[in-house]
């Protein structure tokens, strides 16, 4: 049977590598739903023309008419704007992937998992800001979340069906970025383009960003606490260079199970695309004895301060992770744009979250606190941002 798909985000890395599998899967496999972007628009009407959704949504209506020219006479239906999105996201895909980058991402998730079907989860910011609400809303729905974030889809490939909360513990795996080995002097005078350089993965550039200060782990082990129902003191963090080895289960018999792979997005992409049956990929394949070796090491928690910044947020509870992922979002953008420095950014987070206590929010039990905060937080730190810019970063160079 053909399975119906919307890809929230089609414009972004995750969302073309999950088209890129569409593209080559058997005739009458999938048939498109909707497809969305934020400021893309002839990317998002060429991709729109190529796979002919029911209907296209941007983001950002200014661009509107850039989408409407390039649909002019094709037939399609779009429309701009966030409802537009949030439209294409409520219609009756069988499957989603929410593939939108940041906390921005959340609301159109939220529409998806309502529907009760299958969401294939990019987006860890959702989780971050709003793990419990998210999950509890999953669960109400019926929805299956499938983690598509390489960890994710490796633990829950190794887990094999046991229940989360019968496992000794789980292990992310992480790059270690471009700066693993370099010391707090040189990632001072990181640029953008040496941030963004990763040395492993191919990803968009906030993404990027947070693997090199390593914040990314930080939020993953966030979306693992709330994704597989665990205490953080049960999710570990191992620097693994070579990302072959994506993430690990360890049981309480002792045995360590893996998952291993090429590192390219669309193995767990194809997995969560094909769930719970299996689909080819021309993904290249895994050449052990050319590799040789894989190493681990310990993360190092004096030049990346961020991975500790993310379980305290997380153990504070309340608004302090959406304080940690929105001031980490405005630090990045600053960042990417040559306002502050690399190691302003994590400085930024840190100051929010000391500050973030003046912000009186109050308890988060719903999806408005979780937007208040957010919104909140985003003030916060770009008044952060404004006083380091203003001070020349810590090394604030452009790219
Ligand atoms: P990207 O920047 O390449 O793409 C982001 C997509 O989101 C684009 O299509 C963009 O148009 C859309 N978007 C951005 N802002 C939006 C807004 N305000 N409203 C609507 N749409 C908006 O990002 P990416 O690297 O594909 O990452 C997407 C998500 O997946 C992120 O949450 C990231 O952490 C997660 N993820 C990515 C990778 C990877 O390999 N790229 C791996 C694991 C997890
Ligand atoms: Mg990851």
Redesign the pocket.
């Known amino acids: 049977m053909t399975r119906t798909i919307t890809i ?10 999950t088209l890129d599998l569409v593209s080559t899967a058997a005739e009458g496999e999938f048939s498109l739903t909707a497809l ?5 628009a002839r990317e ?1 009407a060429e991709l729109a023309l190529r796979f002919r959704p029911r209907f296209t949504a941007l ?2 209506s200014t661009r509107a008419h850039l989408l409407e020219a390039a649909l002019a006479g094709s037939g399609l239906r779009w429309g701009a704007g ?1 409802a537009a ?1 949030l439209e294409a996201a409520s219609m009756d895909a069988d499957w989603t992937m ?5 906390a ?2 959340l609301a ?1 998730t939220l529409s998806a998992v309502k529907r009760g079907r299958i969401v294939a989860l ?5 989780l971050v800001c709003a793990g419990r609400l998210f999950m509890e809303c999953a669960q109400q729905s019926g929805a299956v979340i499938l983690p ?3 960890e994710h889809n490796a633990i829950f490939q190794a887990l094999g069906g046991v229940a989360a909360s019968r496992v000794r513990r789980i292990i992310l795996t992480a790059s270690g970025g471009p700066f693993r080995t370099a010391s707090r002097e040189v990632m001072a005078l990181a640029s953008a383009r040496d941030a963004v350089a990763h040395p492993v ?8 960003v ?1 693997s090199a200060t390593m914040m ?1 782990k930080g ?1 993953e082990v966030i979306e693992a606490c709330h994704l597989f129902g665990l205490p953080p003191e049960k999710v570990d963090v191992i620097v693994h260079p070579e990302s072959i080895v994506h993430g690990l289960v360890e049981h309480v018999d002792g045995g360590l199970l893996a998952q291993m792979g090429s590192p390219d ?1 669309r193995i ?1 992409i194809a997995h969560a695309l094909g769930w719970p049956d299996r689909i080819a990929t021309s993904v290249s394949r895994l050449d052990l004895p050319a590799l040789g070796r894989l190493t681990f090491e310990t993360p190092d928690p004096e030049r990346f301060p961020a991975l500790d910044l993310a379980r305290s947020a997380f153990l504070a509870g309340g608004a302090s992770p959406i304080i940690l992922n929105a001031a980490n979002e405005v630090a990045v953008d600053a960042f990417l744009n040559g306002h502050v420095g690399f190691l302003d950014i994590a400085a930024v987070v840190a100051e929010s979250l000391e500050r973030g206590e003046g912000l009186a929010l109050g308890p988060i039990d719903d999806f408005d606190a979780v937007y208040a905060a957010d919104h909140a937080a985003r003030q916060l730190a770009a008044g952060q941002v404004a006083a380091r810019a203003r001070r020349g970063g810590t090394a604030a160079r452009g790219v």
Not at 8 to 17: I, Y
């Open positions: 929230l985000g089609a414009t972004g890395s995750v969302g073309l590598a969305t972007a934020h400021t893309k998002l983001a950002d966030p999105v929410a593939a939108i980058v940041g921005a991402g159109p990019a987006n860890k910011e959702a598509v974030d390489s993965w191919s990803m968009g550039a906030k993404i990027s947070d990314n939020l997005m767990p």
